[in-house]
């Protein structure tokens, strides 16, 4: 019996050995690019663009280079601001408008929803001159605001919530109606801590998509003060001579945050796509 059982082992084996072969080459073609980032941060400039892998003993020296040549704290820290800010509250409002669509009736919001829908098909660059007279004129170029109220609510992440709370027990808000509990009171005490999955989700693709903006922030924020990771790699990038490894590192430190948070909520992140509700 054994025996049997160590030959229909080593023949699963034998047909798995392809698929894990496959799955090898892929998980080093995905991890290499950052394993090159890494390393090129290490090395000088000419050592970069001969395509050298191998990691060098030049960080501390273009670390010191990009700190003398950019504000990098400044603009992480802004980066930071923004992000946390807007992430915080696109969450909010797109899940509140999310819970709405879902789990109230009324003859027009399918109507509205298909609106707001088709303005996912409007590009970006078509509301930029618009979205820009409309800051210069409330002042609010060079702020915080300026940067994140054209992207608190957006169609995706109302989708994605009103589409996440098809999952949510309507028994459950008719059991907090008749205790007494308002609506507002449902969303904040009952639709919030049980769709903590979708938020975690949520706040991964939005502080994502606000740490590594670059084309709004460009037009929105005018001073060197204000400026962005994004826009301090784009400052790294322009010139008749770039600094392969300053410019590397400088994109290390981009990446480092959103890692953080990636890793942090990842498990969060594969339950929400799923429409998990706990």
């Known amino acids: 019996m054994t025996e049997k059982r160590k030959k229909n082992k080593s023949m699963i084996q034998r047909r798995l050995a392809p698929t894990y072969v496959f799955l090898i080459i892929v998980s080093f073609i995905s991890v290499f690019p950052f394993y090159w980032m890494i390393s090129a941060a290490t090395n000088q400039s000419i050592e970069v663009a001969r395509g050298r892998i191998l990691p060098g003993t030049y960080a501390l020296q273009n670390f010191q280079n990009l700190v003398s040549s950019q504000n990098l704290w400044g603009a992480m820290g802004n980066s930071l601001l923004y992000a946390v800010v807007q992430t915080l509250l696109a969450l909010f409002v797109c899940s509140l408008a999310g819970f709405g669509f879902e789990l109230y009736h009324d003859k027009g919001k399918d109507t509205v929803f298909t609106i707001l829908l088709l303005a996912m098909m409007v590009p970006q660059v078509a509301t930029m001159i618009p979205l820009f007279k409309m800051m210069s004129t409330a002042g609010l170029l060079n ?40 609506e507002f ?52 990038s322009s010139g008749y001579s770039i600094d392969y490894g300053v410019l590397m590192m400088g994109v290390l430190f981009c990446s480092i945050p959103t890692m953080i948070v990636f890793f942090v909520l990842q498990k969060q992140f594969a339950e929400g796509l799923t429409g998990a509700v706990k």
């Open 143 to 182: 702020s915080v605001w300026g940067f994140i109220l054209p992207s608190i609510s957006t169609p995706f992440l109302i989708m994605f919530f009103r589409n996440n709370s098809r999952n949510f027990p309507i028994d459950t808000m008719e059991a907090a109606r008749i205790d007494g509990l308002r």
């Open 185 to 236: 009171g449902i969303f904040i005490r009952m639709y919030m801590p049980m769709m903590k999955s979708t938020y975690a989700a949520a706040a991964v693709i939005t502080f994502m998509n606000a740490w590594n903006a670059y084309l709004w922030p460009k037009v929105v924020l005018t001073q060197t003060d204000s400026q962005t990771m994004p826009m301090l790699i784009a400052n790294l």
